[in-house]
């Protein structure tokens, strides 16, 4: 067996090598048979829909566009198979795979983040079985779950069913979180089966489950990150912080992907601390499941991936170029080719999708600039969890003056406090916490920087290029690192008192910063409640039998009962499902 013994004479790269190349083989060789097996664009009912000029269904919009993109992804699939030889002697090398200090969180830490989790998870518990509201309703008729309707042939009534290539490929509202939408159809199969429930109901809570884990996960990772640090203090308070913030608290019950998003620019920030210390090919391919998670749950995280791994990027240039480092150029090599597999995987399952986008932002999206009372409105979101909705007057009060006028009779008299939370206290906080990031090496100044540059790019894009509206939630992929600074920055002061005291390593936590944080975190919990006058909070619960959202000409109507409607708008909308 002479192969065999060419293999076992090999070092550990050269197997590595010929498992990457057969692994690559094999992929190439099944999505050829693929590519000849599926039905072609120009075949079948698709074709002549496409040469009507028909409107094209979700299965056509598979059956072209998947297509295509599978050739464009065999091609790029054999060029690196092509290449494989040039790339994996640059990519190879020891240098970066030398020792990395070990996170062992304490038995304290870990009981300290299970204490967070446990409140995190009964601050969330109480909205997850309210009625579906906003775009939620959306993805679970389309992509999820379906809706019932009166037949137009028969007049009879039918169960239109959001089947699984709907979950992956339905696109029209450019809404769907595709990745949530995958996890809640599985986890609504699986309530199903252990309940016995028919498949034209829904449970409430089984549908928001994915984001629910995804948004405690979040905070678990937001905790990690910072134990990669050695700031164990900081890493409890950035959880706590994270665990009580309303906006972080609502979208981790939303069935929407923005729970799941944040999961994954954690992870992906986990990984690139790892990448960017050690840099192991796990490091960087963790680094692109994390940017492909949160990509797929989320396309607005493209801001996020355009800055966090430009940033990644420009640290491992410069070390090459500096050759800082012996293995500079084999890290660089490996988080490009990282890139080009994880870009081409997401290119491949989202291509359906782009022309329904597409055509839905050109044609039918609202486009409007981002006004400083659109800033006015993120900041108070961002910073204490709450929407100001009363007192504006007309709609089109967008000014810097308006604001202002806005600020001084309606703010200022009775909302000093949290005034002073939003726009004094969490950016000095926070901004204290950057600081002490960015002294943490290459790595720590990329989480200082990058989440701010991902807001930067979203706001320039928004606003000097597409036009398009974007809500304050757009931005949430930063709130973890916002938490994270702000966890950092309340430590600073109880740090540097040790520091004048000269106990660098002493144990305990110093009492300055337990006074510090519970002064401000009492202050954000204090202003951030619920009931408050003047504030939009999110319902606890929905208590109508039912919710009502139109689209068109149709109202879609959800009842408690785990049933959707579709009734005509001008239709009376009856008190219970009527069949």
Same mark, same amino acid.
């Given at each position: 067996?002479?192969?065999?013994?060419?293999? =076992?004479?090999?070092?550990?790269?050269?197997?590595?090598?010929?498992?990457?190349?057969?692994?690559?083989?094999?992929?190439?060789?099944?999505?050829?048979?693929?590519?000849?097996? %599926?039905?072609?664009?120009?075949?079948?009912?698709?074709?002549?829909?496409?040469?009507?000029?028909?409107?094209?269904? %979700?299965?056509?919009?598979?059956?072209?566009?998947?297509?295509?993109?599978?050739?464009?992804?065999?091609?790029?699939?054999?060029?690196?198979?092509?290449?494989?030889?040039?790339?994996?002697?640059?990519?190879?090398?020891?240098?970066?795979?030398?020792?990395?200090?070990?996170?062992?969180?304490?038995?304290?830490?870990?009981? !300290?983040?299970?204490?967070?989790?446990?409140? *995190?998870?009964?601050?969330?518990?109480?909205?997850?079985?309210?009625?579906?509201? =906003?775009?939620?309703?959306?993805?679970?008729?389309?992509?999820?779950?379906?809706?019932?309707?009166?037949?137009?042939?028969?007049?009879?009534?039918?169960?239109?069913?959001?089947?699984?290539?709907?979950?992956?490929?339905?696109?029209?509202?450019?809404?769907?979180?595709? +990745?949530?939408?995958? #996890?809640?159809?599985?986890?609504?199969?699986?309530?199903?089966?252990?309940?016995?429930? $028919?498949?034209?109901?829904?449970?409430?809570? #089984?549908?928001?489950?994915?984001?629910?884990? $995804?948004?405690?996960?979040?905070?678990?990772? %937001?905790?990690?990150?910072?134990?990669?640090?050695?700031?164990?203090?900081?890493?409890?308070?950035?959880?706590?912080?994270?665990?009580?913030?309303? +906006?972080?608290?609502?979208?981790?019950?939303?069935?929407? *992907?923005?729970?799941?998003?944040?999961?994954?620019?954690? /992870?992906?920030?986990?990984?690139?601390?790892?990448?960017?210390?050690?840099?192991?090919?796990?490091?960087?391919?963790?680094? *692109?499941?994390?940017?492909?998670?949160?990509?797929?749950?989320?396309?607005?995280?493209?801001?996020?991936?355009?800055?966090?791994?430009?940033?990644?990027?420009?640290?491992?240039?410069?070390?090459?170029?500096?050759?800082?480092?012996?293995?500079?150029?084999?890290?660089?090599?490996? +988080?490009? /080719?990282?890139?080009? /597999?994880?870009?081409?995987?997401?290119?491949?399952?989202?291509? @359906?999708?782009?022309?329904?986008?597409?055509?839905?932002?050109?044609?039918?999206?609202?486009?409007?600039?981002?006004?400083?009372?659109?800033?006015?409105?993120?900041?108070?979101?961002?910073?204490?969890?709450?929407?100001?909705?009363? $007192?504006?007057?007309?709609?089109?009060?967008?000014?810097?003056?308006?604001?202002?006028?806005?600020?001084?009779?309606?703010? +200022?008299?009775?909302?000093?406090?949290?005034?002073?939370?939003?726009?004094?206290?969490?950016?000095?906080?926070?901004?204290? !916490?950057?600081?002490?990031?960015?002294?943490?090496?290459?790595?720590?100044?990329?989480?200082?920087?990058?989440?701010?540059?991902?807001?930067?790019?979203?706001?320039?894009?928004?606003?000097?290029?597409?036009?398009?509206?974007?809500?304050?939630?757009?931005?949430?992929?930063?709130? @973890?690192?916002?938490?994270?600074?702000?966890?950092?920055?309340?430590?600073?002061?109880? =740090?540097?008192?040790?520091?004048?005291?000269?106990?660098? $390593? !002493?144990?305990?936590?110093?009492?300055?910063?337990?006074?510090?944080?519970?002064?401000?975190?009492?202050?954000?919990?204090?202003?951030?409640?619920?009931?408050?006058?003047?504030?939009?909070?999110?319902?606890?619960?929905?208590?109508?039998?039912?919710?009502?959202?139109?689209?068109?000409?149709?109202?879609?109507?959800?009842?408690?009962?785990?049933?959707?409607?579709?009734?005509?708008?001008?239709?009376?909308?009856?008190?219970?499902?009527?069949?």
């Amino acid at each position: 067996m002479p192969l065999l013994d060419r293999y =076992r004479s090999l070092d550990k790269w050269g197997r590595r090598y010929w498992w990457v190349v057969g692994g690559g083989v094999v992929l190439l060789v099944g999505l050829i048979l693929w590519l000849r097996a %599926v039905e072609h664009p120009w075949e079948g009912k698709t074709a002549r829909r496409v040469a009507r000029g028909d409107r094209l269904g %979700v299965a056509d919009y598979v059956q072209i566009y998947a297509y295509w993109a599978g050739v464009k992804v065999a091609v790029v699939i054999a060029l690196l198979l092509a290449t494989s030889k040039w790339w994996w002697r640059w990519a190879r090398g020891d240098g970066g795979e030398g020792a990395l200090e070990t996170v062992r969180p304490s038995p304290v830490s870990l009981a !300290g983040i299970l204490v967070v989790l446990v409140l *995190g998870a009964f601050l969330r518990a109480p909205t997850m079985d309210r009625l579906v509201m =906003r775009d939620e309703q959306d993805n679970l008729r389309r992509s999820i779950h379906g809706f019932h309707e009166i037949d137009r042939r028969s007049g009879e009534p039918v169960f239109r069913e959001a089947s699984w290539q709907d979950a992956f490929f339905e696109n029209r509202y450019a809404n769907n979180p595709v +990745l949530f939408s995958i #996890a809640a159809k599985a986890s609504l199969a699986a309530w199903r089966g252990a309940t016995g429930a $028919g498949r034209e109901y829904f449970d409430p809570v #089984a549908l928001r489950m994915p984001s629910l884990v $995804g948004g405690l996960a979040s905070i678990a990772g %937001v905790w990690w990150l910072l134990l990669m640090f050695r700031m164990p203090v900081p890493a409890f308070l950035a959880a706590l912080y994270l665990a009580l913030h309303p +906006l972080h608290i609502e979208y981790s019950v939303q069935a929407r *992907g923005y729970g799941i998003m944040m999961l994954g620019v954690v /992870v992906a920030a986990i990984y690139a601390v790892k990448g960017m210390r050690r840099g192991r090919w796990r490091d960087w391919m963790g680094f *692109g499941a994390g940017l492909f998670v949160a990509l797929y749950a989320y396309a607005g995280s493209i801001y996020f991936l355009l800055a966090f791994g430009g940033c990644v990027g420009l640290v491992l240039l410069a070390r090459a170029v500096r050759k800082s480092r012996p293995d500079a150029v084999a890290q660089l090599v490996r +988080l490009a /080719v990282v890139g080009v /597999v994880a870009g081409a995987a997401y290119y491949q399952l989202i291509a @359906p999708s782009l022309p329904q986008i597409e055509a839905h932002l050109t044609n039918k999206y609202e486009k409007f600039p981002l006004t400083p009372r659109w800033l006015f409105h993120a900041a108070t979101e961002y910073g204490g969890g709450a929407l100001f909705i009363d $007192g504006w007057g007309k709609e089109d009060r967008n000014s810097t003056a308006e604001v202002a006028e806005f600020l001084r009779l309606h703010m +200022l008299p009775g909302e000093k406090l949290f005034l002073l939370l939003v726009f004094v206290l969490t950016p000095i906080v926070a901004l204290l !916490g950057f600081r002490r990031l960015a002294w943490g090496g290459s790595a720590g100044r990329v989480i200082a920087i990058a989440p701010a540059l991902a807001v930067l790019f979203d706001y320039l894009h928004h606003q000097f290029v597409t036009g398009l509206y974007a809500y304050f939630w757009y931005w949430i992929y930063a709130l @973890p690192f916002l938490a994270a600074a702000v966890g950092v920055g309340l430590a600073e002061p109880g =740090r540097w008192m040790r520091a004048r005291r000269g106990d660098g $390593g !002493g144990g305990g936590v110093p009492v300055l910063t337990i006074a510090v944080a519970a002064l401000f975190l009492g202050l954000f919990v204090w202003q951030t409640a619920p009931g408050q006058p003047g504030r939009m909070h999110r319902p606890k619960k929905a208590f109508a039998p039912y919710s009502v959202h139109q689209r068109g000409k149709s109202n879609w109507v959800v009842y408690a009962d785990g049933r959707m409607l579709r009734q005509l708008a001008e239709e009376e909308i009856p008190e219970s499902f009527p069949w």
